[in-house]
Each structure stands twice: as C-alpha cells, then as structure tokens.
Nanobody, 123 residues
Framework: QVQLVESGGGLVQAGGSLTLSCAASGSFLGINSMGWYRQAPGKERELVAVIITGGTTNYADSVKGRFTISRDNAKTVILQMDSLKPADTGVYYC??????????????????WGQGTQVTVSS
C-alpha cells in the first residue's frame, strides 16, 4: 500500500516563506512524477508544480519565480514557497504517479494523493 505523507503547512504573513515536504512509502516499482496541487475555498483543485523523473519541472503561471519544486531523494518531493501571497492560501495536496506491475508484466501508472496540508497567508 502506497502512502504519501505531507508536512510543512501553516500560517505565514504575506511575503513570507514556507516549505512543504511529501514522502512516499510502500512497495512500488518507481515514481514517474511527484507534484503539488492546491484547492482554495470554493475553487477547483489546481496544479501548483510538478517534477518528472529526470528533473523536468512545470509550474502554474501564478507561482513561477516564487515557488521551487525539487526531489530530495527518490521518494521525497519538496516545495519551497517564497514571497507568499494571500492568493496562495488553500489546502495543498501532494500527488505522485507510481508504476505498479500487473499480472501480465505490464507497468501500470497509478495516481496517489496525500491527505492535504493547510497553507494560510495573511495580508
């Protein structure tokens, strides 16, 4: 059973910084990508940043230049958030696409989600 455990959310003033961490545990072949999504009250969940095996990264336009996503090791992803704005407030969810080998020997990607961590930026 795969689990994603997040840490690092909290309350910060505008202009401040927070670091989110997400660690994957369990038995699996490999992680194709890890990323962060967020959901503000009354809004849909949106992509914040993702890092693909090999190091390619992708960011939402609203966070480019302020957030940095990185892999600490094969099973951990870090989101460094600087120059935070009240608009960054929301529940941040870790996501990982992980390969599992099925009965026929085919690698099947499966999406996993963390439980979410609250980030609140006050003005």
């Amino acid at each position: 059973q795969v689990q994603l455990v997040e840490s690092g959310g909290g309350l910060v003033q505008a202009g401040g910084s927070l670091t989110l961490s997400c660690a994957a545990s369990g038995s699996f072949l490999g992680i194709n990508s890890m990323g962060w999504y967020r959901q503000a009250p009354g809004k849909e969940r949106e992509l914040v940043a993702v890092i693909i095996t090999g190091g390619t990264t992708n960011y939402a336009d609203s966070v480019k230049g302020r957030f940095t996503i990185s892999r600490d090791n094969a099973k951990t992803v870090i989101l460094q958030m600087d120059s935070l704005k009240p608009a960054d407030t929301g529940v941040y969810y870790c996501n990982a696409e992980i390969d599992h080998r099925d009965y026929y020997g085919v690698d099947v990607p499966v999406d996993y989600w963390g439980q979410g961590t609250q980030v609140t930026v006050s003005s």
